[in-house]
């Protein structure tokens, strides 16, 4: 049975227009309760980031600790420098039952 909502879970995620999801910073600090996650590496953190982004490596993704830090009452903005990446973490997430994701412009 749970492989049958999974499926339909993926159709429906399938038909959501990613382009959609794309926002800009400025726009993303309008958000109410905005939570920036960075999947880049550490190096790349480091050199550059959002002011208040959380760093997740991204092979780090489904650790304990960072699902806990990530409220699901928060909207999530997805930093990674290859926009396919961020669109599986934002569909994963979308998966996860994360209402309102967003993917850094």
Same mark, same amino acid.
């Given at each position: 049975m749970?492989?049958? $909502?999974?499926? /339909?879970? @993926?159709i429906s995620l399938n038909k959501?227009? &990613? %382009?959609? @999801?794309? *926002?800009? /910073?400025k726009e993303a600090k309008k958000l109410k309760n905005c939570t920036f996650?960075? &999947?880049?590496? $550490? %190096? $790349?953190?480091? $050199?550059?980031h959002v002011k208040d982004a959380n760093h997740v490596d991204y092979s780090d993704m489904f650790s304990k600790p960072m699902m806990e830090e990530l409220n699901?009452?928060?909207? @999530?903005? *997805?930093?990674?420098?290859?926009?396919e990446v961020a669109g599986v973490i934002a569909a994963t997430l979308k998966l996860m039952a994360y209402p309102?994701?967003?993917i850094l412009q």
């Open positions: 749970g492989d049958q $909502k999974l499926l /339909e879970d @993926l959501t227009d &990613f %382009a959609q @999801l794309v *926002i800009a /910073e996650v960075d &999947f880049r590496d $550490k %190096a $790349k953190f480091n $050199k550059h699901k009452s928060n909207s @999530l903005v *997805i930093i990674h420098d290859v926009p309102d994701i967003y």
